[in-house]
T-cell receptor
Framework: GESVGLHLPTLSVQEGDNSIINCAYS??????FIWYKQESGKGPQFIID?????DKRQGQRVTVLLNKTVKHLSLQIAATQPGDSAVYFC???????????FGAGTTVTVRA | NAGVMQNPRHLVRRRGQEARLRCSPM?????VYWYRQLPEEGLKFMVY????????ESGMPKERFSAEFPKEGPSILRIQQVVRGDSAAYFC????????????FGNGTRLTVT
């Protein structure tokens, strides 16, 4: 499953398939990007981050891609599991690591 | 290793009352941040504190809101004379005193103003 456009509020994906969550950012000066996962009733949980001097970074089952030319960020989740159901936020920052600017989020629902 | 601890988890206040939200950072973390999340929205930065110092409060409303991080004890976000528009989830995050460290968030305090 894949979300397209500036942000798609929801993404439904079959268990076992790969998920792609997209995020467009607005500030070309942003140099630090983070993906967070937020489950219902909980705080954002760090997934993976990437700096502007990189275009790809991999973690466990997740990959973040950064395209600075078109100001686009994506999160790929391999072999999506029911526990991946959550709201996913991309966040960007300029010059420091704390004043994050969050997107509106994409709700991912995994179908069994 | 306990994560960022926030309390209370839920807080109900009538209009005009005061709300006090507490945050204990992760062990070894000396930087604390407060964010606010309205329903169906992303988080918005409010304030960044270190022990006994406010570093950046550019996201804090000018009136009724204040934050502190004393030498001993948790960080406190205080909202005086609450209004219905203050109803939101308030999240605290912390990070160690090293550069390029991602923020770790607590599970938030959900404030409801009736």
């Amino acid at each position: 499953g894949e979300s397209v456009g500036l942000h798609l509020p929801t993404l439904s994906v079959q268990e076992g398939d790969n998920s792609i969550i997209n995020c467009a950012y607005s500030n070309s000066a942003s140099d630090y990007f983070i993906w967070y996962k937020q489950e219902s009733g909980k705080g954002p949980q760090f997934i993976i981050d990437i700096r502007s001097n990189m275009d790809k970074r991999q973690g466990q089952r997740v990959t973040v891609l950064l395209n600075k030319t078109v100001k686009h960020l994506s999160l790929q989740i391999a072999a999506t599991q029911p526990g991946d159901s959550a709201v996913y936020f991309c966040a960007e920052n300029i010059g420091n690591d704390y004043k994050l600017s969050f997107g509106a989020g994409t709700t991912v629902t995994v179908r069994a | 290793n306990a994560g960022v601890m926030q309390n209370p988890r839920h807080l109900v206040r009538r209009r005009g009352q005061e709300a006090r939200l507490r945050c204990s950072p992760m062990k070894g973390h000396s930087h604390v941040y407060w964010y606010r999340q309205l329903p169906e929205e992303g988080l918005k930065f409010m304030v960044y504190l270190q022990k006994e110092n406010i570093i950046d409060e550019s996201g804090m409303p000018k009136e009724r809101f204040s934050a502190e991080f004393p030498k001993e004890g948790p960080s406190i976000l205080r909202i005086q004379q609450v209004v219905r528009g203050d109803s939101a989830a308030y999240f605290c995050a912390s990070s160690p005193p090293t550069a390029n460290s991602p923020l770790h968030f607590g599970n938030g305090t959900r404030l409801t103003v009736t």
